[in-house]
């Protein structure tokens, strides 16, 4: 069955660094997204993109993070310089439509020391 | 400010019995809703789905009853088995919405064998 898939799955990194967390989508779709949560709480949509824009973004999406599709298969979160309060598990998505199933991958755990 | 985890709802049903987990939405003009299912270190596993023109919809023993008028939505499993142990969000977004699917905190079902 095809998945989301996330690399890396754990992440450790100091605070002020640079971190790029990695998302291969199902590859026939078309709508991708990225959702985090902080241990214990609920999940919380960041962002979607869609034919190579942001479709839409939260309050927590601010000019610390961005996004890309650098190729025809991966799609990236980059957070410029991580706070403590971004440790959490970043989740991305896929979606053949733009209203339907979400497939989330298994997230990527980010610890900012 | 330090993040403090929610205290998640919890439901514990004995195996075979029926479970129904509750949730009350928040936006008025969400027409699409979602039952995930999270389990321990995972990302959220769509369960089923219903949209606002109707009131219940039902899949392989899982049933997603609407009530529009009050803004509530329940999930009922049956026949619970172990392998249903998991926290099992509630979710809602808006057509055009571009999937900014909004997550409710979490019941978590523990089902005793």
């Known amino acids: 069955e095809p998945e989301v898939t996330q690399t890396p799955s754990h992440q450790v990194t100091q605070m002020g660094q640079e971190v790029i967390l990695r998302c291969v989508p199902i590859s026939n779709h078309l709508y991708f997204y990225w959702y985090r949560q902080i241990l214990g709480q609920k999940v919380e949509f960041l962002v979607s993109?869609?034919?190579?824009?942001?479709?839409?973004k939260s309050e927590i999406f601010d000019d610390q993070f961005s996004v890309e599709r650098p190729d025809g298969s991966n799609f990236t979160l980059k957070i410029r310089s991580t706070k403590l309060e971004d440790s959490a598990m970043y989740f991305c998505?896929?979606?053949?439509?733009?209203?339907?199933?979400?497939?989330f991958g298994e997230g990527s755990r980010l610890t900012v020391l | 400010g330090e993040s403090v985890g929610l205290h998640l709802p919890t439901l514990s049903v004995q195996e075979g019995d029926n479970s129904i987990i509750n949730c009350a939405y928040s936006n008025s003009a969400s027409d699409y809703f979602i039952w995930y299912k999270q389990e321990s270190g995972k990302g959220p596993q769509f369960i089923i789905d219903?949209?606002?023109?109707?009131d219940k919809r039902q899949g392989q023993r899982v049933t997603v009853l609407l009530n529009k008028t009050v803004k509530h939505l329940s999930l009922q499993i049956a026949a619970t088995q172990p392998g249903d142990s998991a926290v099992y969000f509630c979710a809602e977004t808006y057509s055009g919405g571009y999937q900014k699917v909004t997550f409710g905190i979490g019941t978590k079902l523990q089902v005793i064998p």
């Open positions: 998505a896929s979606s053949d439509s733009s209203v339907g199933e979400l497939f």
């Open positions: 219903i949209r606002s023109n109707m």
């Open positions: 993109f869609y034919n190579n824009e942001i479709s839409e």
